[in-house]
């Protein structure tokens, strides 16, 4: 089983900048992709971004422009998210997709507030 462990979550005033940190417990041996979601009061969980083994990343169109997702190989891949809007208020979730078995794994959340 792969750990996923997530930091960096917190409060924040909007037009603030946060970084969060993902690190899996050990390296992968096929191909995967590791991304964020996140999950408001109320609301559905959704994509956030996600990188895969090789580098190819997919942001939602409400994050472009305004969050980076990277990652230092092979364990960890990070969220960087500037320019923070209120509508960004959620709990975020690491996720490890493994290609070769369909395998899915959470990391357990952190809780990023954005308001005044």
């Known amino acids: 089983q792969v750990q996923l462990v997530e930091s960096g979550g917190g409060l924040v005033q909007p037009g603030g900048s946060l970084r969060l940190s993902c690190v899996k417990s050990?390296?992968?041996?096929?191909?995967?992709?590791m991304g964020w979601y996140r999950q408001a009061p109320g609301a559905q969980r959704e994509l956030v971004a996600d990188?895969?083994?090789?580098?190819?990343i997919n942001y939602a169109d409400s994050v472009k422009g305004r969050f980076t997702i990277s990652r230092d190989i092979p364990n960890t891949v990070y969220l960087q998210m500037n320019s923070l809007k209120p509508e960004d208020t959620a709990v975020y979730y690491c996720?490890?997709?493994?290609?070769?078995?369909?395998?899915?794994?959470w990391g357990q959340g952190t809780q990023v507030t954005v308001s005044s």
């Open positions: 996720n490890l997709k493994v290609s070769r078995d369909m395998q899915n794994y």
């Open positions: 050990r390296s992968i041996g096929s191909t995967y992709t």
């Open positions: 990188i895969t083994n090789t580098g190819s």
